[in-house]
């Protein structure tokens, strides 16, 4: 199973809004409602801010949302925050054996 | 408070062994599936191992199957990931992870160093 796909890094300005897709296939995010999406600081372990495309684990902030059309999911950040600087990893479900499959991360750069 | 807190990286020699615990606590662990999941130096994640709150069903990836076994101990609160015949692209952080809405919550992860 080949890793999701997404860009490598973006950024933006403080108060900014952001986008980071993430596009698979129709065997993983065209097919299943489950693509979630971690944020990473560096030397720290990943923390889930988005899960079943658009909703958000309780303590996650409104600025962070989620969607999808088709075989691409979108996490998109609003109002950038200097502490928003991190890695965003996106992942979906991949049918019973492979489980799950990550996409090769974004590194957000807030400027 | 949730945590899972993993044990047993290290240093190891190409076709060695080496066994990684996760000890949880702050929640039912017999009620909820667990994961492995890992990350080379300067890479992504990776998922490497599923296995259900029973242990009834258990899962791979690919580029472990054969090698690696997960296993848990719900008396003991424990996930373990026992890995065998390690190559070179073992080496990464092992991270455990509950699975519910997602992946919602990580261990502190442990480095597995696979070196001659």
């Known amino acids: 199973q080949s890793a999701l796909t997404q860009p490598a890094s973006v950024s933006g300005s403080p108060g900014q809004s952001i986008t980071i897709s993430c596009t698979g296939t129709?065997?993983?995010?065209?097919?299943?409602?489950?693509v979630s999406w971690y944020q990473q600081h560096p030397g720290k372990a990943p923390k889930l801010m988005i899960y079943e495309v658009s909703k958000r684990p309780s303590g996650v902030s409104n600025r962070f949302s989620g969607s999808k059309s088709g075989n691409t999911a979108s996490l998109t950040i609003s109002g950038l925050q200097a502490e928003d600087e991190a890695d965003y990893y996106c992942?979906?479900?991949?049918?019973?054996?492979?489980?799950?499959?990550f996409g090769g991360g974004t590194k957000l750069t807030v400027l | 408070e949730v945590q899972l807190v993993e044990s047993g990286g290290g240093l190891v020699q190409p076709g060695g062994s080496l066994r990684l615990s996760c000890a949880a606590s702050g929640f039912t662990f017999s009620s909820y599936s667990m994961n492995w999941v890992r990350q080379a130096p300067g890479k992504g994640l990776e998922w490497v191992s599923y296995i259900s709150s029973s242990s009834s069903t258990i899962y791979y990836a690919d580029s472990v199957k054969g090698r690696f076994t997960i296993s848990r101990d719900n008396a003991k609160n424990s996930l373990y990931l026992q890995m065998n015949s390690l190559r070179d692209e073992d080496t990464a952080v092992y991270y455990c992870?509950?699975?519910?809405?997602?992946?919602?919550?990580w261990g502190q992860g442990t480095l597995v160093t696979v070196s001659s």
């Open positions: 992870a509950r699975l519910f809405r997602d992946f919602d919550y």
């Open positions: 992942c979906s479900y991949a049918g019973s054996s492979t489980l799950r499959v």
């Open positions: 129709s065997s993983d995010v065209g097919s299943y409602n489950l």
